[in-house]
């Protein structure tokens, strides 16, 4: 198949996502419903040709195509057929195509899993949806073809940038994009509901799950960035608070300030006009993220683009997308007030306190993120934001949130009486602050005050979040999917606190210069090089230095660090050699030749790290867990459901 | 709590908030700003002394001098009207070579003498990009010396 029919492809998909825009928004306005029938054909038809355009790039990248600009661009043809895959996402064009198969993908789930809702809401959020999709056809189409020929054909590709020649970030994008383009479900729901002018608990409930998933492979995303960064270009280090990362972390932040607020929604009837708000902060945040990284106004390593049409493009579509729905939101929000009180110690007031310190640490930084991008806008001078800036406005709000959440979750709504399990807490905090004190001098043989009030907090969510599932199942009650899902997050986090405080505290690296034969220790651990020699890769030529790690005598591995050279794009790459372990890593990496036969090393020991990654994928399990709970698969009955709408409508 | 006191506790604990994450935002800021400068602002004393700062240019050709067998490294970032020597101790980035783009983050030891102790230095990802300071403040260079030339 050749790319052309992929780019006719896609144009009939953006003249589908209009056909669905309309068929969508008109076909629920009084006396138009005849349209609506036309919604969910649309939105299959487009599905299937975003999936043909995106096939056929696939052929092309399979068949080394390179009079295709983009695959002679990206690929090569010594490139191993599973990057010649993963390379389609490998620079802007293509991941924008990627962006919007995800789009298409999310867009027919909702077209299949609504048919129990009411039509006419059904067919405004497929015409939200319909509009985002084609803003971004339109995108692709106007400023970022991935389709264009190139004349006369290369004779062999450019080759995919090394650093994205790797398995963790071969899927990092896709599960990252099905993230973020996750939370335009939930922002069409809060359209949805604000053209309606109404939204009840049976709204919260329909848009409950949707976030849930979206947040759960944001999770998995973003933990296999830093995961991947860890190892192939971090030189060790897990979280940079680059811009990039934090385009990816805000609407993170969002998203989980959101699934907490929608809990109050659905069982509470309150909060409604907040969470409307959030839903539309998490998908704009997403959206501004895209516009960060891919308009080139950040450059690193994500940023593939420096085009500034598309970043005009790009632009106009978050002012219409963002200020659209947030004119909208202006209008009709009063609509959405609610009367039911609660008192100072319920879970609602605990969720409030959850929202506001997400989203303060949300806002703080952005401040950090786009200051430096004012500043450069105005000609002000050029500046960037260090890392302790995000690290202190991050870590603020995020201590007093964790030892709330370790009491809230227990809180009952409405008006809670924390006597019942005021004992168990107190025993959990005394035992979490005993560990903290006791586990790191045994293990590390020192303490600080950080890594004390850090070990306290992770070790008393996780305890506490134990005590709703094991008191239940010791009497012998039903566990329902919500609170297993739900424990089972926060137990996650208590996790990821526990290895993110320990590896900060006592994590140990050293760069040093190392020759045949030479030792060195670092902490309990002895290095021994014992040479370097040369090796060949598939497409990349190696220096690759054998290294006998060995702790109080004993040899524990032996690591096989490489300095990589690339054939065609012939940039130095470092390949770590890491001994991962539970509670342990230790990385060695290679750093240029000294002479002398000598050369650079950075050795680290890493604590816990994995706890890290670990307690984010134990969190997108309890979102997993938290979506088959059964009242999301309830079916209710046309006439229940509208007459259950009718009756809150008023309140 | 009535719906009344909850909307005003809301608001109350709103601007609590902001004022608190304001004044945080704020503090860390002063704190954790860091000014890009290129060699002729460092050569001209436009950096206030004792200030972490950043500075980028060119490799020198040439300029690279390292101690054999140390990890200790010498090299002159220009943007070919000054020069500022960096030092650094520590492994140099993958894309880090001569004739290339490079941002260092440090502060100045002796001001007369142009030395830079660097804390990190990064280098450019990939053949086709130099950071944006750098190329612009290049570009700013190669201006004024055409200008200058035209002048005279």
Redesign the interface.
Known sequence: MSVELGHFALILAFCLAVAQSVFGLVGAMPGKSYLQSGVRPAVAGQFVFVVLAFASLALAFQHNDFSVLYVASNSNSQLPAFYRFAAIWGAHEGSLLLWLLVLACWSIAVAAFTKNMPATFVSRVLGVLGLVSAGFALFILATSNPFARLLPAALDGRDLNPLLQDPALAIHPPMLYTGYVGFAVPFAFAVAALLEGKLDPVWARWVRPWTTVAWMFLTVGIALGSWWAYYELGWGGWWFWDPVENASFMPWLAGTALIHSLAVTEKRGLFKSWTLLLAIFAFSLSLVGTFLVRSGVLVSVHAFASDPSRGMFILAFLVICIGGSLSLYAWRAQRFGSTAGFAVVSRESFLLLNNVLLVAAASLILVGTLYPLFLDALHLGKISVGPPYFATVFMIPMLPLLFLLAVGMHAAWKRAKLESVKTKLLVMVGASIALAIIVPLVSYGSVSVLSVIGFTAGMWVLLSSLIEPVSRWRAGHKLSASVLGMSVAHLGLGVFVLGATVVKAYEIEKDLSLTPGQSVTLGNYEFKLNDTRNVVGPNYDAIEATVVVSRLGREVTVLHPQKRTYRVQTNPMTEAGIDPGWNRDVFVAMGEPLGQGAWSFRLQYKPLVRFIWIGAVIMALGGFIGVTDRRYRARVPRSADEAAREATVGA | ???RR?RM??VA??VL??A??TT??LS??R??????YSPSDVTAGKVPAGRTF?VGGMVDKGSVM?E????EVKFIVTDFAHDVTVKY????P??FREGQGVIARGRLVDPQGHVFVADEVLAK???K?M???VA?SLKKTHEAQRASRAST
């Open positions: 709590m009535t719906p909850r506790m809301f604990l709103i908030g902001v608190g994450a945080l935002a860390a800021f704190d954790n700003v860091l000014y890009f950043r390292r054999p067998g140390s990890l101790s520590g492994v140099l993958d894309l990802h990939d053949e990009y950071p944006p300071e612009e």
